[in-house]
């Protein structure tokens, strides 16, 4: 990036997006904060950090030297991202809200907003890069690959990649840590969030419940024998060990127990014994609701793929889209599949997009 912009900066109130805004204003761009407040149903609630990541976000701004705004964009969130959540929890399936979270608030609502304060573009703390080639702006891993959130990223379009930067891509976590010392910042050492955005740290199944309706049923293996009861299909994940409850149920083989598959006509919940339970393991999945970072889908060819943030790549073919869906097929069986959650598409370092996982 040649010459002064200006640059709008996502401000969380958290480590990443501080020294983002620092590094930029060192390199001498003119550098505008906005704090998006997404949320504001229980503000006051324990669990709630906006007030105190809002308080951290304007400590930041003021060391770094640069004016910060506080936006409400819960209206956007509720509309565009929760209800969403909300639906597919009712579903029966397992969504990522962080996904759409990006492509629909912080690289459209909030870009839009950026945009009418004149920005050239925006930033945000995200452990991604960006390439441009032959006019087409590539989406790629961050260097630090235990950090990478390209994963998140991935139902950005050409038009958002355009505007966007991700300053830390280059940079690992530990020296971005460093950064932050050294500048004097006040999140230096603050706990990176962890969990989706709305929900924090509060127990979610007391979150879900103020706004869905329990309705438990039965707990079974696959040949239909009851093992135990469920609270409401919305609170299990396939993969999901811990909180069954019935670990006075094993039989013989001592193996602890997995959810493997829901039956939502009957509302049981299917449960099996063994990590590597056959089950659980998929060699080919179909998504649905594609979206492609380079404005098309790509050729049907070997890549590889993750169906889960912070898994290894694992390799697989993809096939031809049709009807708007498409499908993988892995070189190795993948465990727990599930559906609602994103398999993302890369070829090497380039994210080329994905689907949701049906």
Same mark, same amino acid.
């Given at each position: 990036?040649?010459?002064?912009?200006?640059?709008?900066?996502?401000?969380?109130?958290?480590?990443?997006?501080?020294?983002?805004?620092?590094?930029?204003?060192?390199?001498?761009?003119?550098?505008?904060?906005?704090?998006?407040?997404?949320?504001?149903?229980?503000?006051?609630?324990?669990? $709630?950090?906006?007030?105190?990541?809002?308080?951290?976000?304007?400590?930041?701004?003021?060391?770094?030297?640069?004016?910060?705004?506080?936006?409400?964009?819960?209206?956007?969130?509720?509309?565009?991202?929760?209800?969403?959540?909300?639906?597919?929890?009712?579903?029966?399936?397992?969504?990522?809200?962080?996904?759409?979270?990006?492509?629909?608030?912080?690289?459209?609502?909030?870009?839009?907003?950026?945009?009418?304060?004149?920005?050239?573009?925006?930033?945000?703390?995200?452990?991604?890069?960006?390439?441009?080639?032959?006019?087409?702006?590539?989406?790629?891993?961050?260097?630090?690959?235990?950090?990478?959130?390209?994963?998140?990223?991935?139902?950005?379009?050409?038009?958002?990649?355009?505007?966007?930067?991700?300053?830390?891509?280059?940079?690992?976590?530990?020296?971005?840590?460093?950064?932050?010392?050294?500048?004097?910042?006040?999140?230096?050492?603050?706990?990176?969030?962890?969990?989706? $955005?709305?929900?924090?740290?509060?127990?979610?199944?007391?979150?879900?419940?103020?706004?869905?309706?329990?309705?438990?049923?039965?707990?079974?293996?696959?040949?239909?024998?009851?093992?135990?009861?469920?609270?409401?299909?919305?609170?299990?994940?396939?993969?999901?060990?811990?909180?069954?409850?019935?670990?006075?149920?094993?039989?013989?083989?001592?193996?602890?127990?997995?959810?493997?598959?829901?039956?939502?006509?009957?509302?049981?919940?299917?449960?099996?014994?063994?990590?590597?339970?056959?089950?659980?393991?998929?060699?080919?999945?179909?998504?649905?609701?594609?979206?492609?970072?380079?404005?098309?889908?790509?050729?049907?060819?070997?890549?590889?793929?993750?169906?889960?943030?912070?898994?290894?790549?694992?390799?697989?073919?993809?096939?031809?889209?049709?009807?708007?869906?498409?499908?993988?097929?892995?070189?190795?069986?993948?465990?727990?599949?599930?559906?609602?959650?994103?398999?993302?598409?890369?070829?090497?370092?380039? $994210?080329?997009?994905?689907?949701?996982?049906?």
């Amino acid at each position: 990036m040649t010459g002064k912009k200006r640059i709008v900066v996502g401000m969380s109130g958290g480590v990443d997006s501080s020294v983002t805004a620092w590094l930029l204003k060192q390199q001498g761009h003119e550098v505008i904060g906005v704090f998006m407040q997404n949320w504001e149903d229980d503000n006051d609630d324990e669990f $709630c950090s906006i007030k105190q990541d809002a308080l951290d976000a304007m400590s930041v701004a003021d060391i770094v030297g640069i004016d910060m705004e506080i936006v409400n964009f819960a209206k956007e969130y509720k509309d565009r991202v929760f209800s969403y959540f909300l639906k597919e929890y009712s579903a029966g399936r397992t969504p990522n809200p962080d996904v759409l979270c990006n492509a629909e608030i912080k690289f459209k609502a909030f870009l839009d907003y950026a945009m009418e304060l004149g920005a050239d573009c925006i930033a945000t703390g995200h452990y991604a890069r960006k390439l441009e080639r032959d006019g087409r702006h590539y989406l790629m891993k961050g260097v630090d690959e235990t950090k990478d959130q390209s994963y998140f990223l991935y139902r950005l379009q050409q038009s958002q990649l355009a505007k966007a930067l991700f300053p830390l891509g280059d940079i690992r976590k530990s020296e971005v840590r460093r950064l932050a010392e050294q500048a004097g910042l006040p999140t230096a050492a603050k706990k990176d969030s962890t969990g989706i $955005c709305f929900i924090g740290e509060r127990p979610f199944r007391e979150f879900l419940k103020r706004y869905l309706p329990t309705s438990p049923g039965e707990m079974v293996t696959p040949d239909g024998k009851r093992v135990g009861e469920h609270e409401g299909l919305m609170y299990y994940t396939l993969g999901q060990r811990k909180g069954l409850n019935i670990g006075g149920s094993k039989d013989s083989n001592g193996e602890p127990w997995f959810v493997a598959g829901k039956d939502i006509p009957a509302n049981r919940l299917i449960v099996v014994q063994g990590h590597d339970h056959p089950l659980l393991l998929k060699k080919t999945l179909t998504m649905a609701d594609l979206s492609w970072t380079l404005d098309g889908a790509p050729e049907a060819r070997d890549y590889q793929a993750k169906t889960r943030y912070r898994m290894a790549d694992a390799a697989c073919a993809l096939s031809p889209v049709i009807d708007g869906q498409a499908t993988l097929a892995f070189s190795q069986a993948q465990w727990a599949v599930t559906p609602g959650q994103s398999a993302v598409l890369y070829d090497g370092d380039i $994210c080329l997009g994905g689907g949701i996982i049906m």
